[in-house]
């Protein structure tokens, strides 16, 4: 074969891959349509691999990324598939630079037997070392089932667009995006794939590259303050993107940018912090613990519904060492107090709003116990006992459980107002931005059950 014959098969090649929809994909994510791509003639049994890779700019970040594709054999899963996908994983470790997972496939090459399990074993483990050290984001464009899906979510974020389809169920069952987000297992739900891309980018601009560095501060416009949304009082104007938002109600978890800065935000949402919320707030601090985000709480509940859940959120906030900021919103008694704001929480600051009501008790235990026989002598002769037992409590809780009495004690360290809020969290995270934490030699906690 001449050269001049060899220069055209190669750009022939080359115009097969570049117009495939996982090379239009990527093209969409990076920087101006332009990526190195990696192994871009490597093979599988029927011809070219069914997955495009390769390293971009995205929003002038660094970063890797595979789209699975459709256009090759339906991107099934095969040995040279998950080669590829290894050599991704291996090149994002010893760079330090985040991971973008694109899903669509048929499933896995039946015919390839055994090494099809070696496969998707392989990246899963890939992935799973890799958790912690980049971020991970998994988009899931098109059909993502059996193993396939647990390997997407896998990633710290998934995104999934209405029209995809995620299960672990090989019959297809449970797989609607409605169902993924309600189950907690979708992240973002987008109407289409221009947009989730979109909030791809977006998502890895406010990501630190990995483990050991810090996310760049960006442009921001003032908070809302007159928004009755109060986690739109304290974050940046437009920088809000909420995670989860149709699992565990009773919390939302927000990432958002403070004067610029990356910051995680974990409100509470009901006065009852049921399982699905403590859980879901647990894993988010786990995730901006590990790339060092500092977690502000914003905290309004009075109790917790579920016991195991609200020991995983505690040990969540426990073992996290980035900054963590706590403002009482409103009441957080107990065990709520305890685990998300007070010193098992390990919270760096702790503010509370004037009319906050903290206590180690319920305000109705509380008075109980520290009325004793009074209480009871309040209610006789009472018109409306019922009645009269709300206001005895809301007048003692009102007397007894200031936020002023915690203050006191050193367990707040400043009551502030509602307006004040923004200001005083960027002054406490301005002064944890160094903050550093050593920890005891062991290999992880093991009380996040």
Not at 244 to 273: C, H, Y
Not at 314 to 323: L, R, V
Request: with cysteine; proline share 2%; charged share 25%.
């Amino acid at each position: 074969m001449s050269v001049q014959s060899k220069i055209d098969a190669l750009q022939a090649a080359r115009e097969e891959v570049s117009a495939s929809k996982a090379h239009e994909r990527l093209a969409k994510l990076f920087d101006d349509g332009v990526f190195t791509e990696i192994d871009s003639f490597a093979r599988s049994s029927s011809g070219y691999t069914e997955v495009v890779a390769g390293r971009g700019n995205i929003g002038g970040i660094g970063a890797f990324a595979y789209a699975q594709n459709p256009d090759v054999s339906g991107g099934a899963m095969s040995k040279a598939q998950a080669a590829k996908i290894k050599k991704v994983f291996d090149l994002a470790l010893k760079t330090g630079e985040p991971v973008v997972s694109i899903f669509d496939s048929i499933g896995g090459r039946i015919d390839e037997g055994s090494d099809l399990l070696g496969a998707y074993g392989d990246v899963l483990r890939y992935s799973s070392n890799l958790s912690g050290v980049v971020p991970q984001i998994s988009v899931v464009l098109g059909n993502c089932c059996g193993t396939q899906a647990l390997i997407a979510v896998s990633g710290d974020i998934v995104v999934m667009t209405g029209k995809a389809s995620l299960t672990i169920n090989t019959d297809g069952s449970d797989a609607d995006a409605k169902t993924n987000a309600a189950h907690g297992v979708a992240h973002i739900v987008s109407e289409d794939e221009d947009k989730a891309i979109e909030k791809v980018r977006g998502l890895i601009s406010m990501l630190p590259s990995n483990n050991l560095d810090y996310a760049g501060t960006v442009e921001f416009d003032d908070a809302e303050a007159s928004s009755d949304d109060i986690i739109k009082t304290v974050a940046d104007g437009g920088s809000c993107i909420e995670l989860q938002s149709e699992f565990g109600k009773s919390m939302r978890t927000v990432l958002a940018t403070v004067e610029g800065a990356t910051v995680g935000i974990a409100a509470s949402n009901d006065k009852v912090i049921d399982g699905k919320g403590a859980s879901k707030a647990a894993r988010f601090i786990r995730f901006c613990d590990a790339f060092g985000i500092p977690v502000v709480t914003l905290l309004d509940a009075e109790r917790f519904s579920c016991i195991k859940s609200a020991a995983k959120l505690s040990s969540a906030y426990a073992e996290a060492t980035t900054a963590k900021v706590t403002v009482i919103t409103g009441d957080a008694f107990g065990a709520v107090y305890i685990a998300a704001a007070g010193t098992g929480a390990a919270a760096d600051v702790t503010y509370a709003w004037a009319g906050a009501s903290i206590s180690a008790l319920a305000p109705e235990a509380a008075a109980v116990i520290n009325l004793g026989d009074d209480f009871g002598g309040k209610l006789k002769g009472a018109a409306d006992p019922k009645a009269e037992r709300a206001r005895v409590i809301a007048q003692f809780k009102e007397e007894n459980l200031g936020a002023d009495k915690a203050a006191a004690d050193g367990y707040v360290q400043d009551i502030i107002l509602p307006e004040e809020t923004r200001a005083k969290v960027i002054a406490a995270l301005d002064m944890l931005s160094d903050k550093r934490v050593s920890t005891l030699p062991k290999k992880h906690n093991n009380s996040f059950i």
